[in-house]
């Protein structure tokens, strides 16, 4: 299986950056689409972002739009995930996932392998 290792979370305050990484481990070989989804205190966790294997596609929720870029680095078996202008309202868990594939999907039942999270805080 993938195992998925996520780091780079903490505390900014709102209008700073944040850069996620997301470090694979594994079965790692062939086509997969890696993303970010996050989940905040009592809501369900929501896709961010999502990049396929070649980097070429990549697409995120209207939310992070012009905010936050994705990026992977196969070489380095790492997703990441820039957090440019943070807001309050982007605190949450933020969890790595991957799914076998080219198709990039945005629910969380279409990734089977999940990182354990990490938390980004943003303070006003």
């Known amino acids: 299986q993938v195992q998925l290792v996520e780091s780079g979370g903490g505390l900014v305050q709102a209008g700073g950056s944040l850069r996620l990484s997301c470090a694979a481990s594994?079965?790692?070989?062939?086509?997969?689409?890696m993303g970010w989804f996050r989940q905040a205190p009592g809501k369900e966790r929501e896709f961010v972002a999502a990049?396929?294997?070649?980097?070429?596609?990549?697409y995120s929720t209207d939310s992070v739009k012009g905010r936050f870029t994705i990026s992977r680095d196969n070489a380095k078996n790492t997703l990441y995930l820039q957090m440019n202008s943070l807001k309050p309202e982007d605190t949450a868990v933020y969890y790595c996932?991957?799914?076998?594939?080219?198709?990039?999907?945005?629910?969380?039942?279409?990734?089977?392998?999940w990182g354990q999270g990490t938390q980004v805080t943003v303070s006003s």
């Open positions: 990049i396929n294997w070649s980097g070429r596609s990549a």
């Open positions: 594994g079965r790692t070989s062939g086509s997969y689409v």
């Open positions: 996932a991957a799914r076998i594939g080219a198709t990039i999907y945005s629910r969380t039942s279409d990734y089977p392998y």
